[in-house]
C-alpha cells in the first residue's frame, strides 16, 4: 500500500465548503479551493486570488482537468484579444474544436501582421509610393 499523505479538513477560501488538503499543503497554500469552485471561477476570483492555491482535485478527474486547464491557460496567454472577446464561446468548445479555432486564428494573426509589414516596407500603409 502507498504512503498516503495525512490529511486535515480545510474549509474553500471561496465558498466555505469543508474539504480535504495533505498536511504538506498546508505551510505551501496561501488559499484552498474546492473542485467545483475551480470549475466554476467566477468574475471575482482575480489572479491575485488564485496565487498559491490549494485545488481539492478528485484523482480520477486529473487526466481531463489538467489538460483542459493547460489549454486554456495557453489560448488566454497566446491570443489575449480573441481571449477577452470569446472568453465563454472558447471555454464551450471540446479540445479539438478549440485547436481548429486557434490554429484557424494564429493563422490569421501572421498572414495579417505580414500583410502589415509588406505595405509598410512598401510605403503603402502612409500613403507613399516607393519609387
Known amino acids: 500500500m502507498q504512503n498516503q499523505p495525512k490529511s486535515v479538513k480545510v474549509n474553500c477560501s471561496f465558498c466555505g465548503k ?20 475551480f470549475q466554476n471561477p467566477t468574475e471575482k476570483m482575480g489572479k491575485e486570488d488564485l496565487k498559491n492555491v490549494h485545488v481539492d482535485m478528485p484523482t480520477d478527474e486529473f487526466d481531463k482537468t489538467i489538460p ?20 465563454k464561446e472558447l471555454r464551450e468548445m471540446s479540445k479539438k474544436e478549440l485547436a481548429k479555432e486557434m490554429f484557424g486564428a494564429g493563422a490569421y494573426i501572421a498572414i495579417d501582421n505580414m500583410m502589415h509589414s509588406i505595405k509598410h516596407e512598401s510605403g503603402q500603409d502612409s500613403g507613399e509610393n516607393k519609387k
Do not use: D, G, Y
Open 18 to 37: 469543508e474539504i480535504e488538503c495533505p498536511e504538506n499543503m498546508l505551510e505551501e497554500s496561501e488559499k484552498h479551493m474546492c473542485f467545483e469552485c
Open 68 to 87: 483542459e486547464a493547460m489549454t486554456n491557460s495557453l489560448v488566454e496567454e497566446a491570443f489575449p484579444e480573441i481571449w477577452q472577446e470569446r472568453k
